[in-house]
């Protein structure tokens, strides 16, 4: 049991996943994750779907598709209401509709950048990416000739993972302006 949990650990050290899925008898899995540092066990979800030879691949995979449905809804409900209560407490730490993000984006403050339907909406950008605005004007006021105009449902993930944000799409829980919003690290003001 050593080594394996050895080895997960060393799996998950080189490729940091989010969840790590667990099979097998309660007693082994139960003595693996013992095995496993807190760092790793954190990550663990056991999965209560057979032991030794008796896993049903599409058993398997419908109940790990369940757990990331889950995680998926879960995220954007932590994402709606801290959006909702940072818009309605007026601090500063969220924003909505494309000039706020791109402003966010532009200073490198956004936290979790949630989409919704930008439609085709489009933002301009300078030779960089990390230069995005809504518009040309913008762009220029800043000092930065625009040089491509793009689809704002390409650019603003772009620009929001080039500074290690968070993404989460929406559904009906909130519809921002523009169809996007962003919950911020640092209030812009």
């Known amino acids: 049991m050593r080594a394996v949990a050895d080895r997960l650990t060393a799996v998950v050290d080189d490729s940091s996943p989010e969840v790590v899925f667990v099979v097998g008898e309660v007693r082994s899995r139960s003595d693996l994750i013992a095995e496993l540092p807190e760092r790793v066990a954190d990550r663990v979800v056991q999965l209560h779907v057979g032991a030794r030879h008796s896993v049903d691949e599409d058993q398997l995979r419908h109940t790990i598709d369940q757990e990331f449905a889950m995680r998926r809804v879960a995220a ?3 994402a709606a209401q ?20 791109c ?13 919704g339907d930008i439609g085709d909406a489009t933002v301009v950008a300078g030779d960089d990416l990390s230069s995005v ?7 220029s006021e800043l000092g930065t000739a625009p040089t491509q105009v793009l689809r704002a449902d390409e650019a603003l993930p772009m620009a929001a993972v080039a500074i290690d944000a968070a993404l989460v799409r929406t559904d009906e829980r909130i519809s921002p302006a523009d169809g996007v919003a962003a919950i911020l690290r640092y209030s812009l003001r």
């Open 82 to 101: 801290r959006f909702r209560a940072e818009i309605s407490r007026g601090s500063g730490l969220a924003t909505e509709g494309l000039p706020g993000v």
């Open 76 to 78: 954007i409900d932590e």
């Open 133 to 139: 605005a809504p518009n040309a004007d913008v762009l």
């Open 103 to 115: 402003a966010a984006l532009r200073a490198g403050a956004v936290e979790t950048l949630i989409i």
